[in-house]
């Protein structure tokens, strides 16, 4: 398309497309899940001589990674419980490939694994542990350190640190015919097109 001659009416027209079986478009964010029903899309820009245009893809349909072929970094290619899409999950990598390493992962990770050592070694109360995200610190006696009890915030880690994706498990808990999308610390559910309702129960619209 580009170089190609457009009348002014058609400068800035969106154009979508369906993706291919097995192909997505992908959120551009962590965990990077699949949109259900998303199509891949274009608009159509003038260039610099304001007579030629060409098409900017701006929503990209992509392979799933078992038809890509896989992970990268020998990341694992699998389908998670109540999904139907292959995809990819990181461990100190990021993108929906797991093509970009994840230095602040490694970081967590190596910090995280330091503090469990020294618990073996050194028992901590409630005044020097700092639970984030509303965790609430658990004090103990005997020889059991303190800790964070990060149930109901959405988050989870040693400091309730890690926000979870609660669309992993069960679609979040939204109806089957609803979109699970993951939010920091929560989640949201959407009634997918053609129903109707709060995204934990929807249902079919007749016409």
Not at 191 to 196: A, P, W
């Amino acid at each position: 398309m580009n170089g190609s001659i457009f009348s002014s009416i058609e400068i800035g027209e969106t154009e979508e497309t369906n993706c291919l079986p097995n192909y997505y478009v992908f959120q551009n964010v962590s965990p990077y899940l699949p949109i259900q029903d998303a199509k891949g899309e274009a608009i159509c820009l003038l260039n610099d001589d304001n007579v030629t245009a060409s098409w900017n893809i701006i929503q990209l349909c992509e392979p799933s990674c078992s038809l890509r072929g896989g992970c990268d970094n020998n990341q694992t290619c699998a389908k998670p419980v109540g999904e139907t899409i292959d995809r990819c999950f990181c461990a100190g990598y990021l993108g929906k490939y797991c093509d970009t390493i994840d230095a602040a992962g490694f970081l967590s990770f190596f910090f995280l694994s330091f503090f469990d050592f020294l618990l073996s070694y050194i028992l901590i109360g409630c005044d020097q542990l700092n639970c984030t995200n509303n965790g609430v610190c658990i004090d103990t006696t005997g020889a059991t350190a303190a800790y964070c009890n990060c149930i109901g915030t959405g988050y989870d880690g040693n400091f309730c640190e890690n926000d979870i994706n609660e669309c992993l498990t069960n679609n979040g808990g939204c109806d089957s015919n609803a979109i699970c999308t993951n939010e920091i610390g929560s989640f949201n559910c959407k009634c997918k097109n053609g129903y109707s309702g709060d995204g934990f129960i929807c249902i079919g619209i007749f016409f």
